[in-house]
């Protein structure tokens, strides 16, 4: 299975998601924001993630990709991810939830939120 954005996201394999795809896929995304002028360096961006086992090594290297974008990676933890996107929106910061979902628990996957919410085609296409 190759990485790929779906309904709700970037999902795939963990094997194929942890580690530089997932980092890879976090520059991208602060590399559009940036360039299209929705964040600028030194922002937080927020993160969360969901309690798969996979998802606190995931989180990391995306906030670890974050910094070395200039961001400011904020941890937010295991919370829902309703609750990330209001707490990103009412700051007007981009965020990231690491979240799997309903998916089996082989898979894993990253839902991308720009300052005024969820990502659309034109930005997946931008990100891949």
Do not use: W, Y
């Not at 898979?107 to 990502?119: S, V």
Request: net charge negative.
């Amino acid at each position: 299975m190759v990485l790929k954005f779906g309904t709700s996201g970037l999902r795939g394999l963990v094997d194929e998601l942890v580690g530089d795809p997932s980092g890879i896929h976090l520059r991208a995304f602060v590399t559009h924001l940036q360039n299209s002028g929705r964040v600028r360096q030194g922002e937080p961006i927020f993160f969360g993630r969901d309690l798969r086992d996979s998802s606190p090594e995931i989180a990391q290297t995306c906030m670890s990709a974050a910094a070395e974008a200039g961001m400011v990676p904020v941890d937010c933890g295991a919370l829902p991810t309703p609750a990330l996107a209001l707490h990103a929106g009412r700051h007007h910061a981009a965020a990231v939830m690491v979240t799997g979902s309903h998916i089996p628990a082989d898979r894993n996957g990253i839902k991308f939120f720009r300052p005024d919410g969820e990502i659309d085609k034109s930005d997946e296409a931008a990100i891949r």
